[in-house]
């Protein structure tokens, strides 16, 4: 009797390892995209904001696209204005929403850096700053 019991307990963990767990996974991994963006929960992070004003070294500027349930959205184009030098590294938002963007100048000032999606602003802004 106890080894039909035993039997029923491995047969049901081998049916949940290979068959529930895999397709739960998939569902989670899948439930992580969003695909509207939500301007009042993406936001605009600085990675480095601070450099020198010598039109080498680089600030650096992360955007992540969220939708309103906090998932990330990707493949949508971003712009950065407020600044002459700005390069974007990756184009379109990638599978994390996340878009980056380098800027460099030989000036020294501070310049305030707001983050477009489809014609609409982020409501964030980020300052960075070139000093010598």
Known sequence: MSLGIGVMVVGGLYFLASKVVPNVLVTVSQ?????????ADSYV?????LARADGKDKCKINVFLMDKDGRAVPGKAVM?????GIVENNGMSDKNGKTSFEMVSKD???FELRATVEG???PQSVTVTFRN
């Open 120 to 122: 609409v602003e982020i």
């Open 31 to 39: 439930a992580g995209v969003g695909s509207r963006v939500s301007f």
């Open 45 to 49: 992070i600085g990675e480095k904001l």
């Open 108 to 110: 020294e000032n501070q």
């Open 80 to 84: 950065l204005t407020g600044m002459e």
